[in-house]
């Protein structure tokens, strides 16, 4: 087989999810950047890899996928190495569910709404849009309080003791969350989280997939 291709931006938090799982079951990959916000934006040719023009974008001999959660499913199904998946069908639940959770409630106000108005926008050469913050902080507070219930506390991960898709999908967002002060206050107000993210940080996975944005 041929090493899988992954296309996108490394800092986009869906393409380093799809990254994390293909570096925890020890895949060798290659990144090809492609950055939709881009002049003019991605190259033609990427339309035909997605059409929504979103990242990542993923081909494993000859096999073409986009979406996150299709590729990071894909890479834990297709290749050896350690499951990303828990065996019991109530366990499994919960990792979808939580991965549902960030997805619809978590990555607006997490990464759009407090991450990039308190961290990127002096960088962008901008004030913050301090009502958008304002206005997000009770929802991030509502999305983590909501992982906070549903952690399991028989280990260091969000489902448990092994690390699972869903722990790869929030550590990305969690990442950028953490460097506002908001989020960092946030995060400190829920152990069981703050602890999680300790764990998580200290993964070789995290290290190899560090965005240049961090």
Known sequence: MTAPILFGAAYSVYVRAARLALEEKGVSYRLVEVDIFAAGGPPPDYLERHPFRRIPAFEHDGFRLYEAGAITRYVDDAFAGPPLMPSTPRARAR?????????????????WDIFVERVRASAEGRDADEAKISAAVPRAAL???????????????LTGGEVTLADLHAAPMFAYFSMAREGAALLASQPRLQGWWQAMRERPSIAATRSSLE
């Open 143 to 157: 999305c983590l309080r909501a992982l906070a219930e549903l952690a399991d506390s028989n280990g260091p991960y």
């Open 95 to 111: 990792v979808h569910q939580i991965i549902s959770i960030i997805d619809n409630y978590g990555y607006r106000p997490l990464i």
